[in-house]
């Protein structure tokens, strides 16, 4: 089996902050350290995986061995551990590296951090309760005639609406996309709560 390649940093960085990045690298080889600048090699080690980022916004891991180096201005308070793209960065990497080795620190697969770096997408807003949200958006015109007022909150996941007259909830409703629906009825008729519950069956059966 081929051995993997080993490396003190690997750098990850947007296409805008090359010139920095470059220079901080030439700093960093000029010291004897090794630097790999592709992610294209997974089956390489490395002691730490160094992003480059604009904002702390950005920095989405805290493993031991990733080390954020901010670009941008820095916050004025943040709970997020960072370098700073200074004078004393390339001092700070060589003692982090230095340290590592002293304390026979293991390599970590390089593909394992840049991982742990991507943001987690989020779900994909289900098309029924979008439409359902829709329905209930367009009402409010039509509730006002009767005295009454509605509010909708539309989640990734959730479409909540609330019916109040006078600011005492009628109806309070929420749908979730996983086919759970929780609903309070505060006066009216239960005329009016049965035609306004068969719509609502009857708009996630068309739209499933």
């Known amino acids: ?8 940093i690997a750098v990850s960085f947007a296409e805008e902050q090359r010139a920095v990045v470059d220079e901080v690298v030439e700093a960093c080889r000029q010291r004897g350290l090794t630097v790999l600048e592709s992610n294209d090699l997974p089956q390489a080690e490395v002691r730490f995986l160094v992003p480059f980022v604009s904002t702390v916004d950005e920095i989405v891991s805290d493993r031991e061995h990733v080390l954020p180096v901010l670009t941008g201005e820095p916050p004025t308070s943040s709970n997020v551990t960072y370098l700073r793209a200074d004078e004393h960065l390339v001092n ?27 943001q987690p997408e989020a779900p994909a807003q289900n098309s029924a309760l979008r439409t359902l949200a829709e329905q209930f958006a367009a009402a409010p015109p039509a509730l006002a005639k009767r005295g009454l007022a509605g509010t909708l909150h539309l989640g990734d996941t959730t479409v909540a609406v609330r019916v109040e ?3 005492d909830a009628v109806y309070a409703l929420e749908v979730r996309g996983d086919d759970i629906v929780n609903f309070v009825v505060l006066g009216e008729s239960p005329e009016l709560f049965s035609t306004l519950w068969q719509r609502i069956e009857d708009m996630l059966t068309a739209t499933a």
Do not use: C, Q, W
């Open 1 to 8: 089996m081929t051995e993997s390649a080993t490396y003190d």
């Open 165 to 167: 007259r006078a600011n």
């Open 92 to 118: 700070t990497l060589v003692a982090r590296i230095e340290a590592a080795e002293t304390a026979g620190h293991d390599l970590v697969p390089v593909a394992d951090l840049v991982a742990a770096l991507k």
